[in-house]
């Protein structure tokens, strides 16, 4: 298992793979492991991302148009675990699995060295059959735990999940903003109460103050819609610019730390 924090707060870091391309995905994966991240989602591409936000949801269009496939962000893992013993996830929604075969995913995912999977839009109750193929093959489920989860759901995720626990700081969709919520602090209390696992707080994180307040009581930041953009408006130089703005994050952070 390679999903493992070496400092805190951690750092999950979110590409949308096949924008502008996937050699270009492969090279901002390794650009942010070497500015610290910790693990990548390799975000796979789909037509109707209904939790994303409008970065996301252009880059998603823009990879489909590139050709992008669950199979290509398979290929695209195998080639960065080649390079890198970082945490790999496939962040996925559950239709492209599903057209892909589930056992097939499974088995392709772990013979690629993806270490788990994420699926945005597949509840923990509903996912025996899922749970027992990520089983099979030796795959982390990672759960998404919301504000608005009642003790019963994130007692579930806790019991299911493997690797982290991914808590969304707020409702409503993926994208940068200006503060976190009250709810992210407030929801990793919660979870507390049920897992010793890491915990993962996203849905907004893009500052180097977002990224420092996360560390204060959660065990990482996942940095998503902030990492789309920064490639979205950098063509040419997404992986130097990923790698920059990923430090401008930590380097904040360790120095608040110090700083205490």
């Given at each position: 298992m390679a999903i493992r924090f070496k400092k805190r707060p951690g750092l999950v870091a979110y590409i949308t793979c096949g924008d502008p391309d996937l050699d270009t995905s492969r090279e901002v994966a390794l650009a942010a492991i070497g500015a610290g991240a910790d693990v990548i989602e390799l975000g796979v591409p789909f037509s109707d991302p209904v939790a994303d936000g409008p970065v996301i949801q252009r880059a998603s269009e823009r990879a489909l148009q590139h050709g992008a496939t669950l199979e290509g962000v398979l290929g695209a893992a195998k080639r960065i675990r080649e390079q890198s013993e970082a945490g790999l996830i496939i962040f996925s929604y559950l239709n492209p699995i599903l057209q892909?075969?589930?056992?097939?995913?499974?088995?392709?995912?772990?013979?690629?060295?993806?270490?788990?999977?994420?699926?945005?839009?597949?509840?923990?109750?509903?996912a025996g059959d899922y749970l027992q193929a990520m089983k099979i093959h030796q795959l982390a489920p990672v759960f998404l735990a919301a504000p608005t989860s009642t003790d019963e759901r994130l007692r579930a995720i806790a019991k299911h999940s493997r690797g982290f626990v991914y808590a969304i700081s707020r409702t409503g969709i993926t994208g940068a903003r200006q503060e976190l919520t009250s709810d992210a602090r407030t929801l990793v209390e919660r979870l507390r109460g049920f897992t010793k696992l890491p915990i993962a707080v996203g849905f907004g994180v893009s500052t180097p103050e977002q990224f420092a307040e996360v560390g204060s009581f959660a065990d990482a930041a996942v940095v998503g819609s902030a990492i789309v953009q920064c490639v979205e408006q950098n063509r040419g130089r997404e992986a130097a610019a990923v790698a920059e703005f990923l430090r401008s994050l930590t380097g904040a952070a360790n120095h608040a730390k110090v700083g205490q």
């Open positions: 892909y075969g589930l056992d097939r995913f499974c088995a392709a995912a772990a013979t690629a060295g993806v270490d788990g999977a994420l699926v945005t839009d597949l509840p923990v109750e509903e």
